[in-house]
């Protein structure tokens, strides 16, 4: 099974259609998000640095990100690929992870872009916000989450076109979770023939 970066704004999903992957493929699912709130809540040092820049709507630096990302690659069953969910979120970054795959034999696989207009993620993060208690998730640092995304990560999507391996899924014409599943699902398949 190939490597699966899933890709898109904050709030289009990317943690709940890693998930579904996963479980269907039997693949391992390293989400930056979990990993970070991890090393948040147990109070390591990492995880202070970490959460300076989180409640600021930051990126966290590469180097400490690569390292935790490794760590964790490795710790995965081998054999059955990975899904990235929250990484990379610049070229630096997908680089710098592109190096340690191929450091270990592996590669990018495909990437998966989540496409969902601006006003669903807003209402979909504020909706979290309040279920899930994220403080992280208030108007404010959101709207900075999406200029960072625009400004930092969104040329991603050119990066990984140029690779090769960019499939995109648009929430606009699938309209449903399940639809959105069918056509990943159905692209997986595809490429992993």
Same mark, same amino acid.
């Given at each position: 099974?190939?490597?699966? +970066?899933?890709?898109?704004?904050?709030? =289009?999903?990317?943690?709940?259609? =890693?998930?579904? *992957?996963?479980?269907?493929?039997?693949?391992? %699912?390293?989400? #930056?998000?979990?990993?970070?709130?991890?090393? +948040?809540?147990?109070? #390591?040092?990492?995880?202070?640095?970490?959460? =300076?820049?989180?409640?600021? @709507? /930051?990126? *966290?630096?590469?180097?400490?990100?690569?390292? +935790?990302?490794?760590?964790?690659?490795?710790?995965?069953?081998?054999?059955?690929?990975?899904?990235?969910?929250?990484?990379?979120? #610049? *070229?630096? /970054?997908?680089?710098?992870?592109?190096?340690?795959? !191929?450091?270990? @034999?592996?590669?990018? @696989?495909?990437?998966?872009?989540?496409?969902? =207009?601006?006003?669903?993620?807003?209402?979909?993060?504020?909706?979290?916000?309040?279920?899930?208690?994220? !403080?992280?998730?208030?108007?404010?640092?959101?709207?900075?989450?999406?200029?960072?995304? %625009?400004? /930092?990560?969104?040329?991603?999507?050119?990066?990984?076109?140029?690779?090769? +391996?960019? %499939?995109?899924?648009?929430?606009?014409?699938?309209?449903?979770?399940?639809?959105?599943?069918?056509?990943?699902?159905?692209?997986?398949?595809? /490429?992993?023939?």
């Amino acid at each position: 099974m190939k490597n699966i +970066i899933i890709f898109g704004a904050p709030g =289009s999903g990317k943690g709940t259609y =890693s998930a579904e *992957i996963a479980e269907r493929y039997g693949m391992g %699912h390293i989400s #930056t998000g979990d990993v970070l709130r991890g090393e +948040i809540k147990n109070e #390591t040092e990492l995880g202070k640095i970490a959460k =300076s820049y989180i409640d600021k @709507g /930051q990126l *966290i630096p590469d180097e400490l990100m690569i390292d +935790i990302l490794a760590k964790t690659y490795d710790a995965q069953p081998a054999g059955r690929g990975v899904i990235f969910d929250g990484f990379p979120r #610049t *070229i630096a /970054q997908a680089e710098a992870l592109k190096k340690m795959l !191929a450091e270990r @034999g592996h590669n990018l @696989g495909m990437m998966i872009e989540l496409i969902v =207009s601006e006003e669903v993620l807003m209402a979909r993060l504020l909706r979290r916000a309040q279920i899930e208690g994220r !403080a992280d998730d208030n108007e404010e640092t959101i709207r900075n989450r999406f200029a960072v995304y %625009h400004s /930092q990560t969104e040329p991603l999507s050119k990066w990984f076109e140029a690779e090769g +391996i960019r %499939h995109t899924f648009d929430w606009g014409i699938c309209k449903t979770k399940e639809g959105m599943l069918e056509a990943i699902f159905e692209e997986i398949e595809k /490429q992993n023939k």
